[in-house]
């Protein structure tokens, strides 16, 4: 049995958008940003335990100036064009490694490199007990394009290798969140 119904269904998503015109990226305008989505806490639903959401997130330009330093402490080069994926993985470790194993063969179908894998630090205390439960495997892939190639090439190969996996793998903890190399998408099941 699960919490929802459809019965009970109803739409509250919101919505919010800012953006820094000039293109150069910016720490305020992310802390605008997540400003701004706790100010969407009234349009979602919110747990018996006070603390689950029925989720939130953001969107954000990706940025070389925060993953090439996290890579190189892993010993991983992020020279050229490269990509970041955020991945929801099973919590099962023997499952995760086998859906860490389709998506690098998707990847390299796709002419392009598996640098390495980052498990994502969580902050596991402002989540709700519904939410602990529920809570995958946050992990994210590094990916090197072939010397020459363009972003966009790339973000074309990418989605075929995302789709080619969303097929594969059938697993509700299972889910590609972003693989990109314009931009990453944080989320979870919180409240803003």
Same mark, same amino acid.
């Given at each position: 049995m699960t919490l929802y119904h459809s019965s009970d269904s109803r739409d509250n998503c919101g919505f919010g958008l800012i953006s820094q015109l000039d293109g150069i990226q910016s720490h305020q305008l992310i802390t605008t940003g997540l400003d701004a989505l706790t100010r969407m806490t009234h349009r979602g639903a919110v747990n018996v335990d006070g603390k689950t959401g029925d989720g939130c997130g953001i969107s954000i330009q990706l940025s070389p100036a925060f993953f090439k330093p996290i890579a190189s402490e892993m010993g991983l080069g992020l020279n050229g064009v490269f990509g970041v994926g955020q991945i929801f993985?099973?919590? @099962?470790?023997?499952?995760?490694? &086998? &859906?860490?194993? &389709?998506?690098? +063969?998707? /990847?390299?179908?796709?002419?392009?490199? /598996?640098l390495g894998w980052r498990e994502v630090p969580i902050d596991e205390s402002v989540l709700g007990n519904v939410a602990k439960s529920?809570?995958?495997?946050?992990? &994210?892939?590094?990916?090197? +394009?072939?010397?020459?190639?363009?972003k966009y090439d790339v973000e074309r190969r990418l989605f075929v290798a995302r789709k080619r996996v969303?097929?594969?793998?059938? @697993?509700?903890?299972?889910?590609? /969140?972003?693989?990109?190399?314009?931009m990453i998408v944080y989320k979870a099941l919180v409240m803003p």
């Amino acid at each position: 049995m699960t919490l929802y119904h459809s019965s009970d269904s109803r739409d509250n998503c919101g919505f919010g958008l800012i953006s820094q015109l000039d293109g150069i990226q910016s720490h305020q305008l992310i802390t605008t940003g997540l400003d701004a989505l706790t100010r969407m806490t009234h349009r979602g639903a919110v747990n018996v335990d006070g603390k689950t959401g029925d989720g939130c997130g953001i969107s954000i330009q990706l940025s070389p100036a925060f993953f090439k330093p996290i890579a190189s402490e892993m010993g991983l080069g992020l020279n050229g064009v490269f990509g970041v994926g955020q991945i929801f993985l099973n919590p @099962d470790e023997t499952i995760a490694a &086998q &859906q860490r194993k &389709q998506i690098e +063969a998707a /990847v390299k179908r796709e002419t392009l490199t /598996v640098l390495g894998w980052r498990e994502v630090p969580i902050d596991e205390s402002v989540l709700g007990n519904v939410a602990k439960s529920k809570l995958p495997r946050l992990e &994210q892939i590094f990916l090197k +394009a072939p010397a020459g190639w363009r972003k966009y090439d790339v973000e074309r190969r990418l989605f075929v290798a995302r789709k080619r996996v969303a097929l594969q793998i059938s @697993d509700p903890h299972f889910y590609i /969140v972003s693989m990109s190399t314009l931009m990453i998408v944080y989320k979870a099941l919180v409240m803003p």
